[in-house]
């Protein structure tokens, strides 16, 4: 019982792996919720224990990342839904710049920042029990810790003028609410919707103006550096911005993930199936099903994307089922409603069961060095950037982890691959894709930071 | 990882109120629920920790006193749903005497025990592994710790034929299994589907045949008492025995109770929501909403279907939101999906807003004792059972608390009613059904439980 | 895993109640904790799932309101305790203006912000990956959200010095750190450790700077400000001064709380135990144990130090046991480790055994004013201020709910005692009190927010 | 609340890989646990929750495979402990064959049955409110599901008396309480207290009387299959005994796991600290810190104990901090209070760290057969009884598992050493003991149980 006085409540909601910020920001028994995820049991549950009702929803863009949940959270609370209205959504409804809405004593306010997506906006919150200042601002994609949004996903030939238009949104509308705003960004260090997006959990204007980089340009450089910006689209891209522009289908909690005897698996893997194995991935090295991918637990949101199809049954493999309820949820996050299922016991069901199984040898960064001058072929499987900029080892060759599907043709099937990224965790991605495919391949453990950190030579591509 | 033999799993699964219980048994990945609940995630959390899937559901019986789960359960499981095949469901799979199923190493064989209803069935479990011995029966209503299941349900004519086949199916059926066997049936002590249970976790043949005393009697003493047996008919069962026998509607998930403020819930009212005060009855009584009604928490699975109508939405009334999902979970158990919210804040907030407030005096068994001779109507909401065997305190009206709202005209409206039952809690029903209908009452907390233990008089039926 | 980057930590848990806040902050591996509180498992068990160690303990200053639990968190953890230098504690190590400390690629700096207490200091922290610029600041009881600490520990006499000093403090220390700096203060809304703190989840010096009101004046217009400001010092506040000197004794864990029959809290209750009934006060009042205080739940942390003794173990009543662990880190946060158990059943275990009770008539608003005019005694226990500003009723006597026990002598035992305050909670402690020491009195449900909402007239003290 | 009747409360209590099991039984508010943990918080939390206070300890014997948790768990509760007076205690109260205890409406009645220990007993209970008839019986270890406690603990010599003792004791003492009496033992499968347990839940006497193979024989049988059996001793049972007998160090609470970078796990290695690595087998193999041993988790309780010394410091290396907590656990219930920390960051940080690992080569069933015929030395670890009962692969040589360490002399160095058991995970355990001491080895990944699965041919040692 709080007897006194009206509490604002504040609460931030991360989904790990897409580093996906949702909030909810409420007063006097009404709560508004910021970009919801698809599973969205977690408003609902705050929500009855901080004894607010859910009223507003709010989408700060159309999301090309993940699936937006605000039809799920509308369809159990009968809160609106609102977004900017530069786009033709199939459903909620449209607002556009100075629109306000109050939320108890809150007053959100709409501010149109385009630039990431033309219809992108931002929300002011002002408390109007304590007076006229803006207190915080959600920023959506426009303005993050220590990066902006991408703006590439409109072409080459577009990024000047989105590029502009962002600029223009963050130095004439979001720089101007003052120093002192807190800002909350739509997602943290680790999305794929931006560069270079540092780790603190919450910022301000101020603190941004000073010390984030994109922020210290004039709107040329500003341009050219967007215009310089090498970011990846994931073929699943497309499905989320059909989904959040359409309506995604409806979830109604998780799907149910039945668990599969080792002759189930194998059956349904003949039907197509696609097994997905979340271990680590020296522990997929040790042994794994023939066919499987290997996608470490928090890296599915980042690369299921790339790996999966959204035709065939997806089939779980771990070594309990500790975590299956959260890949479940990593899953349909992004898309992936059709759950075969898991492996009843683990990885070790599957060979207990007599079934043959595949391994990939490992080496640290010291077994490399040590063959460096042999007949392999070194394959960097890390982003272009960190190529360009944190430097390569000698004699590797570049195919980023999520196009190594596709470039097979480039990576000689006769030979020793020998895979490294930054720490070896996208390495058994691509070391599983490229085993699938009959190669015979090492993986590096710990990559270019345990190369690093051996004090092992770097090359500098601007040299080479 | 379990990596040496095949575990038997096996849980019994309580829902208080109901005394009900369901029972999760499983061997080698697979497993079978015994009468699923409504509000079936427990299964399905219980098989992923397990590691199980659910491929059997069985219904010892058609039940009148809840929802029954089956059909829930098996949408998201893909499970089989059986019962008897003397009742024409509409869903399901009949199965006769004899039947078998394999549950991994166990074998669940279907054994006809009528009586309590004409297509009871009761399930014997081998495990194949050890021998051919029977290790556990499920015995729905047939056979309980303590008691025996009812057999009132097709009439006083009807009676000895039912109760008759009760005892054959126990005689000739259950106790042949042997002493050793465990017995686990559907309800535990508290429960409106027996007269005397006893509160034991599990039982055994062997026990039963010893202490249960419905099991010391001839045929011919059985059916007397059975005849002579007197149990209520709540007015809610009439669904659930429409809903267990056609299929109730689909839940998925719990309701969504929005947080309403004493603005909304005062308009609701108005509109015919029913408000269902969950607080214990001294809380009720220190200070209520006008025209609630009193349950307290752990009563509303059994005095809800006397109370509440299918009709009208429910606001539950609680001190904060800390069980409202539990409320939630009971009222769906017997069908009350119609769910107007919950007051945000808890009754302080009513008040708080400057509404009106009814009380109701309290008084304790010195109290009463020291007026018994004035001039009160003093009214006794137990069970008739209690009344008769118990003793009663003198000058009391013995009116059921389930009947009290449809004879009204028996309790002189100008009188000061004084209410007890057994410990408070009852008469705290009672209380509220009869302030609404505008009298003025007192309840004795304490009851006959507290008037026994202060020395006080009690009258015996018998002698009077 | 974490696999790119180094994540930084950062946590805010607010003790309910003592409206205190600590914080965690941590980078690479390691983390801090600021002003830890004394049930200190949650910052062990947060520092596990994040996979840090705790290695430096803060105290912003000595606490009054609570015990503070660095010894507690350093015995387990090994890390090192710091405060001010300023005061001579037994424990710890001092720290002057200037110091820093490296917690992973953050730099925590030492500012000396006397003025709540000589040794106050303030920690500001610079994340050394991103630049020089100070990002968040712990304030203590220097700067809060809406308010500054308070100023008067020292006495009348010296508060002009101490005010000025806190003055300097915030206008010299911490509001040139920049607008864009994020403040975590020591409180937020409820303490007592301030009047007016605002219920903002963090705040911002640019937000402070333009709507904290204790910001917006001059520095004499501050020191008159802190000269007329009236708060209580409840007794309790010597214990904690002390303990936090000198360290409280270890804790251990909570300690044991034996559940106690009727029979037991009885004997108990002879031999001096006090009874602590933490239900809701329209609860209390429809019944009770003869004696007992009542503190509802959130409210323990604060006016049990008002109400209890360090001299006699403490009974806890509730309606059963769901909450008893939370009251007891309430209890042992304020230094009441002498449990003496709790009541096992709840509070109707008391009356089912046939004991007396006490009650306490309830009236709404309307109900009070319907005979405001008759001879009755109305009492308001609300602080000075609400009374001062916000007005009180026509014929109403201020005793603050904290000195009510020690001004018994100024409450007509004679009369009818009507009692109110803001709500109704704190009415409950006060009628409870008055019930032990035998006066007849009623307690007002909703208080003045009932009344004002119930549009009732308000006198105006500087009008009177 | 609980209104009517009074409730008989009962819960089993499974420590995982100990196959231990525990015991609370009350009534009435109070309650008795039969032979606690050590890690007692589960029986508190237990006792809140159903609100009974825990006023009896009994222990069935002294055991030898885990420190008992009753001095433990009296200190919190002051509850009295009792056990059997054939053996000199250092701590609580002889009891002998006839005393009875009351706990509510309870009865417990002390049986001796020596055999397994000298002063073991078993406690019948009887609910008095029903009647005369044993409920259940705590059978400690002389009777399990499916099994008889070991005899061999007082050497071969002994074995006979001690073994008729057992057998006396189960069919002069336990068997006549009746067909229908609940047995509750003391551990169940898994167990290395017997050697054939079933996995049933719980069991009865008439269940057991009918299909428990050592109950079928003869008093002169029954000796002769003690005389034969063969179990191991683990070395960590001499540190279990001395504590059970004398009393453990206090616990108070888990000790406190610091997470520890590389480079200080590195340091502390050098400084004899002790690494575990409870990874699964096949994940060990992809990778680990060269020198660590490997114990996958839920193995920790059976082999830890074969393994680690108690004069070092354990470093537990993961994944991940997700089940830290319950290795912790594991460990002091045998006694390891020394915990040095564990691997922040899990495995992976280690590798990122530029240090070297050490991986094993696995290989399925099907690899071996490939290879069978060449120059390797096959080492089976399994049980001598699997390997006496089950069969073994050709050319196969048996060490146990628990063994490998003291006969290294065993197994030639310079050979290729391919280890494999019933699955795959006590190999793991061996291999580690191995590539610590030098060799190189491969382990088979799902051993005897894929071998059969395989189709491919065992030997019979009683053929060749």
Chains 1, 2, 3, 4 share one sequence.
Request: charged share 25%.
């Amino acid at each position: 019982m709080k007897i006194e006085g009206i509490e604002m409540i504040f609460e931030k909601i991360v989904s790990e792996g897409l580093a996906h910020n949702s909030y909810v920001i409420g007063s006097a028994g009404t709560a508004a919720v910021i970009d919801p995820r698809r599973d969205c049991d977690i408003y609902e549950d705050y929500a009855v224990r901080e004894d607010v009702a859910i009223t507003h929803i709010f989408e700060t863009h159309r999301n090309e990342d993940y699936v937006i949940g605000s039809l799920e959270l509308a369809a159990r609370t009968g809160a609106q839904i609102y977004h900017g209205s530069h786009m033709a959504f199939s459903y909620g409804n449209p607002v556009t710049h100075g629109d306000t809405f109050s939320v108890g004593n809150l007053e959100l306010k709409v501010l149109e920042t385009p630039g990431h997506t033309e219809e992108s906006i931002s929300i002011a919150v002002t408390d109007r029990e304590l007076g006229d200042e803006v207190y915080m601002v959600f920023t959506g994609d426009a303005l993050f810790a220590g990066d902006v949004g991408r703006t590439d996903f409109f072409g080459k030939a577009e990024t000047p003028r989105v590029a502009g238009a962002l600029y223009d949104s963050i130095f004439r509308t979001l720089i101007p609410l003052g120093d002192g705003v807190v800002v909350c960004p739509a997602h943290g260090a680790g999305s794929v919707c931006g560069a270079r997006l540092t780790e603190h959990e919450f910022t301000t204007i101020g603190y941004e103006k000073k010390l984030n980089p994109a922020l210290q340009k004039t709107r040329e450089e500003f341009i050219t550096h967007k215009m310089n910006e090498i970011l990846y689209h994931p073929p699943y891209f497309k499905k989320m911005e059909l989904y959040n522009k359409e309506g995604a289908p409806p979830l109604n909690g998780l799907p149910y993930s039945p668990p599969l005897n080792p002759q189930e698996v194998d059956t349904r893997m003949k039907e197509h199936a696609q097994v997905l194995d979340v271990r680590n991935p020296a522990s997929f090295s040790g042994g794994h099903i023939p066919g499987s991918y290997n996608i470490w637990k928090e890296g599915v949101p980042l690369f299921a994307g790339w790996v999966l199809t959204y035709d065939d049954p997806i089939i779980i493999v771990d070594e309990d089922t500790r975590t299956i309820t959260d890949i479940l949820r990593y899953l349909v996050r992004i898309g992936y409603d059709s759950i075969g299922g898991h492996l009843a016991g683990g990885f070790a069901s599957w060979y207990m069961s007599g079934r043959p199984i595949n391994t990939i040898s490992t080496w640290s960064v010291h077994d490399l060095r040590a063959v460096l001058d042999t007949d392999l072929f070194l394959l960097d499987v890390r982003e272009r950037r960190s190529w360009d900029y944190d430097g390569f080892i000698t004699g590797a060759h570049h195919i980023y982890v999520g196009e190594v599907a596709n470039r097979l043709k480039d990576i000689p099937q006769e030979e020793h691959v020998v895979i490294y990224c930054d720490s070896g965790f996208k390495t058994g991605v691509a070391a599983s894709i490229l085993k699938k495919n009959g190669y015979e391949c090492t993986t590096v453990l710990g990559g270019m930071a345990a190369w690093k950190k051996a004090g092992y030579r770097v090359e500098n591509p601007l040299e080479s």
